[in-house]
């Protein structure tokens, strides 16, 4: 069983920064493939970052490329997002998710492939 517990959200101001951390426990944390999604309220949950197994590959969704930076510490079972510039928009609940099942280099960019949860950090950005 994985256990996955965010932190780091908070109220920004526009233009502001944050850093989100998810660490961890159980399981072998250098064999998943990991992302963060987030869901505004009224929204459907949505892909944010992903991170291959490997820590080679990441991919972002269009909305927050060159803004949001995702990494990880094998060390620490810890997974980053760096989020920068941010803007209201980004306001929403930020989830960290592992997946087990992905390969050495492939990232994960849908919910489903994921299986493990985190409880969610709020994140809300002022204007």
């Known amino acids: 069983q994985v256990q996955l517990v965010e932190s780091g959200g908070g109220l920004v101001q526009a233009g502001g920064s944050l850093r989100l951390s998810c660490v961890a426990s159980g399981g072998t944390f250098s064999h998943y493939a990991l992302g963060w999604f987030r869901q505004a309220p009224g929204k459907q949950r949505e892909f944010v970052a992903a991170l291959s197994r490997g820590g080679r590959r990441t991919d972002y969704a269009d909305s927050v490329e060159g803004r949001f930076a995702i990494s990880r510490d094998n060390a620490k079972n810890t997974v980053f997002l760096q989020m920068n510039s941010l803007k209201p928009e980004d306001t929403a609940i930020y989830y960290c998710?592992?997946?087990?099942?992905?390969?050495?280099?492939?990232?994960?960019?849908?919910?489903?492939?994921?299986?493990?949860w985190g409880q969610g950090t709020q994140v809300t950005v002022s204007s």
């Open positions: 998710a592992a997946d087990l099942r992905s390969s050495y280099w492939r990232t994960s960019l849908y919910a489903n492939d994921y299986d493990y």
